[in-house]
């Protein structure tokens, strides 16, 4: 106590006691809070597992009725909910069902609102009945989803697996599966023709580093940090959002590949210049960090010595 | 031997140069220098290290770079580019970052050296200004420091440009937008610094000529005269008790100063390196070589040049027009050149408009406070705001993708913020100023309120008063009243004077008025003096006072 008292009036004793509430609540609500990782892990672990590989439609209509019907309809006609038109999905293809549900992106909160990439609400196998239920129902001339012997789908994650040494196994075969897969699709890449490609038609909106960007009105270019390979494939034969399609016709499956291994080669690059990259926004936050921790630190150094030479003056 | 006295040989050697170059009395006299001791006296040092840490991380990156835009293709070990086409520039700084020893790291050394350079600059530029150093007989030394300041900017410009690396090739578009914005000349200029059709292949070893020989040796020079200047006149100071125009008081340059100012360096150095070790900056190798085609989402020039970006982001094109064919583009040629022009030539005019609105020709070597100078901080505030919201403009992109902020909004806000903000700043920081400036008075005439609480014999509750040290009294009663030009005096046959009469005469007295009218007057305020007055009375009579001072009779 004694110590407190002898410090409470010190002129920087307000401070610290701000310094310590935010920290207090920060680390508190960063404990308590459900991020949206773990709602996502305790909803997968009650989806029931299934990897015999078969398709049930069944199961793929009740997805359908359940998480789409209500605001795409019953017959995927499209409807006005709120003051939103939301779109029809005849036509769109198998490869944009499965983008937009693979993402995280459908089934969405807010018709209104462009959605940002989340953890999916549903499993692959989930995913893959939708798809074919969806091209079973209301046609298939839209793009396809690309099959996977030709573009590697998405790289597993643990926790898809059992939690047990026998899960653990099956994680690390499917891993390396999946990289052996990968490998053998970018082997014959050209990183020249994907970078140019890239830097051309890609850059504009999803920046440099595949850390995304503003677009106009209000709409948002998503990063690439996360997406898959099928993604990628499936976001350029689709266009969703304010995207342009790039067919096959515009960019052909090769530059497609070469693209894709571009974005492979950036999400996996680490960051030589030190430990913080600052998200790898660029300029603004260099000259941020610049002037909040280099200038800053460098005065307080001078308000230091002179400090202390006036004390002893 | 006396134990003072240095050995017999350093003693022989000594006399020897002393009796030839008479060192012993230029020593003595320099080295006992006094620098006043103050933090913000130590802003401009920064930036004097931060200039030498830039020259010798430079000299080491000469020594790999290739400036040449000869076509090549990179066979390295950095792994990813490897087969990619690219300019002999980009593909020697790749060497440099990763193949050359530490290489990455003097990259990243100089390129924080060069923000916190620009930065320090600022900070500097803006002490001077809100303590009003700038003022006689230091106008000279001020022009002398904006121009450094303008050809830093324009030295990162250049710099940034050099690895050939996708922003740079970037922000030279942006140059050559802006040179093209010229009427009749814009093409010529363009076609003249490029040797021809953008990009072409000489703009980039013609920029490092600039970049590492004409420019720095211009800046050191100028430094140079900065200093001498600087020692010739001797540094301002604070006001205080033993403070006066006459007299400097600090810490002598030998041993004092020189020891604080050596640590500095080493202060200074030490947080550019560990910046430049644990925060990457300008990842060359990520961004990829420039190629007229690519452009990309995200790309900023470096934070001094992002009021420029920001001007041209949000200025409207509502004003181009054409004449007899030929496009005058107002939306580049306004944010472009005209704001830079006013955020450039601005600060070295400002000394001699101020001198010519209050007509202070008087020599000053004690700092203003700010708060003693009222309009003078509330314009200084104001351009902050100005320079500050075009900054933030510039980076509307990233702000609207980090906080979910429309663009379009984005725009719209920072349009009307970059008018009214302004002003607003400028009657907040006017009002608060004179807030200070009451406070002053109230603490010169009644002494500072000591935290002591009294109850009085009646049972009222008073805090005690205790009164001011005398250094604190000299510096309350170093506000003095403000210099007034007296523009409307008739002579003895009750003539207006001829300056009066001329439309600048009467822009001048406008000025003067607006640029004196509102301070709280110290006349008559004896220090320590006012413990019983009563206060709502008093502040009354003070206001009254005030404004005979001011208004003047018709």
Redesign the interface.
């Known amino acids: 106590m004694k110590w407190i008292t002898a410090r409470r009036r010190h002129p920087l004793a307000g401070y610290v006691v701000v310094i310590l509430a935010l920290v207090v609540f920060g680390v508190g609500y960063t404990f308590l809070a459900p991020t949206a990782d773990r709602a996502e892990a305790q909803q997968d672990q009650a989806a029931p597992e299934r990897s015999d590989g078969k398709i049930d439609l069944a199961q793929g209509k009740e997805i359908f009725a359940q998480s789409c019907a209500s605001c795409h309809g019953k017959n995927a006609e499209g409807k006005r909910v709120g003051d939103t038109d939301v779109p029809s999905l005849i036509g769109v293809g198998g490869a944009a069902v499965d983008f937009q549900v693979s993402t995280g992106r459908m089934p969405s909160m807010n018709a209104d609102k462009q959605m940002p990439r989340k953890y999916p609400a549903f499993t692959q196998d989930e995913i893959d009945d939708l798809v074919a239920f969806y091209e079973d129902e209301f046609g298939d001339d839209g793009p396809k989803v690309p099959e996977e012997d030709l573009v590697p789908a998405t790289a597993p994650e643990r926790n898809q697996f059992p939690s047990d040494h026998e899960g653990e196994k099956a994680f690390e075969k499917a891993k390396e599966e999946y990289d052996e897969a990968f490998a053998s699709y970018t082997s014959n890449s050209d990183t020249e023709a994907g970078m140019k490609l890239y830097l051309t038609n890609c850059a504009h909106c999803h920046s440099w580093s595949g850390a995304g960007g503003a677009l106009t009105d209000g709409r948002w270019a998503p990063e690439l940090h996360e997406a898959s390979p099928r993604q990628l494939y499936e976001a350029m034969l689709t266009g969703p959002g304010a995207m342009p399609v790039f067919n096959d016709a515009t960019v052909s499956a090769e530059d497609k590949q070469n693209i894709i291994a571009y974005v492979n080669d950036l999400q996996e690059e680490p960051d030589a210049g030190g430990p913080f990259a600052l998200g790898r926004v660029g300029q603004v936050a260099e000259g941020f960090i610049g002037w909040t921790i280099g200038i800053s630190l460098i005065v307080a150094c001078a308000i230091w010595i002179t400090a202390k030479q006036r004390s002893h003056d | 031997m006396n134990a003072n006295e240095p050995p017999k040989a350093l003693r022989g050697v000594g006399n020897f140069i002393d009796d030839r170059f008479h060192l012993a009395k230029m020593g003595e006299k320099n080295l006992r220098k006094v620098f006043p ?3 913000s ?3 401009g ?2 930036a004097l290290y931060s200039f030498i840490i830039l020259l010798l991380s430079g000299v080491f990156l000469t020594l790999w770079f290739d400036p040449s835009m000869e076509h090549v293709t990179y066979d390295g070990s950095y792994q ?6 690219m300019s002999r520039a980009y593909e020697s700084t790749l060497h440099l ?2 193949d050359v020893r530490g290489g ?1 790291f003097m990259r ?1 050394v100089h ?2 050296a060069a ?2 350079f620009v ?2 600059l600022v ?1 500097h530029m803006l002490r001077v200004f809100f303590t009003g150093a700038f003022r006689k007989p230091r106008e000279i030394n001020w022009v002398i420091g904006a121009t450094i300041f303008m050809l830093a900017t324009i030295e990162g410009l250049f710099g940034y440009s050099l690895p050939d690396d ?2 740079s090739g970037m922000g030279l578009r942006i140059l050559q937008g802006v040179m093209m914005s010229l009427p009749l000349v814009g093409t010529y200029v363009s076609m003249f610094l490029f040797g021809g059709e953008f990009p072409g292949d000489l703009i980039i070893p013609r920029l490092y000529s600039l970049h590492i020989l004409v420019i720095p040796a211009v800046l050191l020079a100028l430094i140079a005269a900065h200093f001498m200047i600087l020692w010739h006149q001797k540094h301002t100071q604070y006001p205080g008790a033993k403070e006066t125009e006459k007299k400097n008081i600090g ?1 002598p340059m030998f041993p ?1 100063f020189a020891v ?1 100012a050596g ?2 360096f080493f ?2 150095f030490a ?2 390196a560990g ?9 060359i ?4 070589p420039f ?1 007229p ?11 001094y040049m ?1 009021f420029l970006e920001g001007s041209l982001r949000i200025f409207p094109n509502w004003f181009d027009v054409n004449i007899a064919g030929y496009a005058i583009p107002t939306a580049v040629l306004v944010p472009g050149l005209g704001i830079m022009g006013l955020v450039f030539t601005g600060p070295m005019v400002w000394p001699f408009i101020e001198a010519w609105i209050t007509g202070d020709r008087r020599p000053h070597n004690v700092a203003d406070r700010p708060r003693n100078a009222p309009t003078r901080t509330g314009l200084g505030v104001a351009a902050i705001t100005f320079y500050g919201v075009l900054w933030l403009a510039g ?4 702000l ?2 980090t906080f ?1 902020i ?4 984005t725009t719209y806000i920072f349009r009307v913020a970059v008018l009214v903000g302004p002003v607003l700043a400028f009657i907040i920081a006017k009002r608060i100023c004179l807030g200070l400036q009451r406070r002053d008075r109230e603490t010169l005439e009644h002494g500072y309120e000591s935290g002591t609480i009294q109850q009085l014999p009646s049972g009222e509750f008073i805090e005690v008063h205790k009164e001011s040290s005398e250094n604190m009294v000299h510096v309350l009663q170093s506000k003095k009243p403000l210099p007034r030009i007296d523009v409307d005096a008739t002579d003895e046959n009750g003539v207006e004077s001829p300056a009066k009469r001329s439309i600048m005469g009467r822009l001048r007295e406008g000025l003067a008025h607006w640029y004196t009218k509102d301070n709280v007057s110290f006349d008559g305020v004896r220090p320590n003096s006012g413990h019983h007055l009563h206060h709502d009375g008093f502040e009354d009579a003070a206001e009254e006072h005030d404004r005979s001072e001011t208004v003047r009779t018709p």
Do not use: C
């Open positions: 001791t103050h933090w006296f130590m802003l040092e920064i990813r580019l490897n087969g990619v086409g970052t990763f990455l990243q390129h924080w923000l916190i930065a320090s900070f996708l922003p810490a004092a604080k640590g500095f202060f200074t947080i550019i910046l430049a070790a644990f925060v990457q900056i300008n990842p190798h990520l961004f990829g190629s085609t690519s452009i990309s989402a995200g790309t900023q020039p470096d934070w992002g980076s509307n992109d990233i609207s993708h979910s429309s663009l379009y909004t």
